[in-house]
Structures are given as C-alpha cells and as structure tokens.
C-alpha cells in the first residue's frame, strides 16, 4: 500500500534523514592536527575505524571509507545504543548529531539533563518517556542551547567554536524540520 504524504517515516526512513544531516556537517576526510579527534572521514575517527574492524587502521583506511561502512558504524556506535529510534522526531537528530560530535554518553547525559531525568548516560524507559512527554520544539530548543553551552565551555572553543554554533544551528532547524514545525525553525 503506497504512503501518503502525511505517514511518518519508519524507523529506516528516520535513521537516513538522520544521517543525511550528520554525513552534510561532517563532510569528507580531514586530518587537522589541532584536532584530538585526529583522521577523520564522514565524521568517523581512525579510533572508531579501529574499534569498529576490530584492528587498528591506517590513516590511509580511514580517508578510503566508504559511505556504506560510515552508515553502519552511524547505527552501531551511536544511533542504537543511544536508542535514537525511539525518541520523537527531530529530538532523534539532536541526540545522533550530538552524539557523533562529542560522544554517546555526553549527549545522552544532556538529553536526560533536558528532559529532567537522572543522567545516568543511558537511554531506558524513564529517559524516553520523559522525552516523549515533552513538547519536541521546547526540547529540541532546550537540547541546542545545552549542547552550545557545553561548547563554551571547552578549550578549544576559540578555534573551533564558529563551527561548533554553526553546526548546533543547522541541526536545530532540521531537527524543528523533522518534528513538523518548520514555520518556527527560523526563529
């Protein structure tokens, strides 16, 4: 049966409008040496590579990664064990973006923070039901202010903050996109 224009997306759909935005704020391969993330492809880091092949990889590996082995460390490293599947529309994107830049923990730990749960950096049913208890807007606006707080509050900021606020705006406005308020995502 074919789906209207007004069916939710399933949980595949979700996932790769999801990863569209991240894979479009990463971009491709960079390997700046001020960066403790180091080499870096799709937004995925030689460490990660290494962690995902279960070896350790060349920089050369990690600039040759291909878009279809970034997308299944995307689902295994940080949107399934942060359960992104489960959180509301746009709340989901907030929590992966943020989740893929500075760790499935902190971003699960700023989630909870949001939603007024204990931050334990795990998503179970208590941190879902409180997110799916609030409005997606307040929440999603209250995550970006969150994550850019967190980013103030690092050392790298000076060189790296432009960026960082850049990205936490851009993911906000999908994220607003995605949750079906798209008349309030410029504001």
Do not use: H
Request: glycine share 8%; with cysteine; net charge positive.
């Amino acid at each position: 049966m074919p789906r209207t224009a007004s069916a939710p997306d399933s949980p595949e759909e979700r996932f790769d409008r999801c990863l569209a935005v991240v894979l479009q704020q990463e971009g491709g391969f960079v390997n700046d040496p001020r960066d403790p993330g180091g080499a870096t492809n799709m937004g995925i880091t030689r460490d990660v590579l290494s962690a995902f092949r279960d070896r350790a990889v060349t920089v050369d590996e990690v600039r040759d990664l291909s878009r279809a082995e970034a997308r299944e460390i995307y689902r295994a490293r940080y949107w399934t064990p942060m359960r992104c599947a489960e959180l509301p529309p746009g709340v989901d994107l907030g929590v992966f973006d943020f989740g893929v830049n500075a760790g499935p923990s902190r971003a699960v730990k700023l989630l909870q923070k949001a939603v007024g749960v204990m931050a334990d950096g795990s998503v179970g049913p208590i941190t879902l039901a409180a997110a799916r208890a609030l409005e997606a807007e307040r929440l999603i606006a209250s995550f970006s202010e969150a994550r850019l707080a967190y980013y103030r509050s690092l050392d790298g900021f000076a060189r790296f903050g432009r960026g960082w606020a850049n990205r936490t705006e851009a993911v906000r406005m999908a994220a607003l996109r995605m949750a079906g308020t798209p008349s309030r995502a410029a504001a």
